[in-house]
């Protein structure tokens, strides 16, 4: 699965999924630490859709947020 919008481009983000260890200072600790961060994807919400591209119907993945906005054209 192609895991980018046709109509905007938005993609997969990059980011780290954090490990915190240790009593928080409001609950009467000395703070949490960062023990490790592994790396991960953030991948936009895509869905399947056959729109119009140049008078011609195609399946293209859109996503979510241009699909509210009305950003295409159904086929």
Do not use: D, S, W
């Amino acid at each position: 699965m192609l895991r980018k919008c046709f109509v905007c481009g938005k993609g997969p983000l990059t980011g780290k999924r954090v490990v915190r260890k240790g009593l928080a200072k409001a609950k009467g600790g000395t703070g949490e630490k960062i023990v490790r961060a592994t790396k991960r994807l953030f991948l936009p919400n895509l869905h399947k859709m056959k729109i119009l591209i140049n008078n011609q119907a195609k399946r293209v993945y859109i996503c979510t947020k241009c699909l509210k906005t009305g950003k295409y054209q159904k086929a």
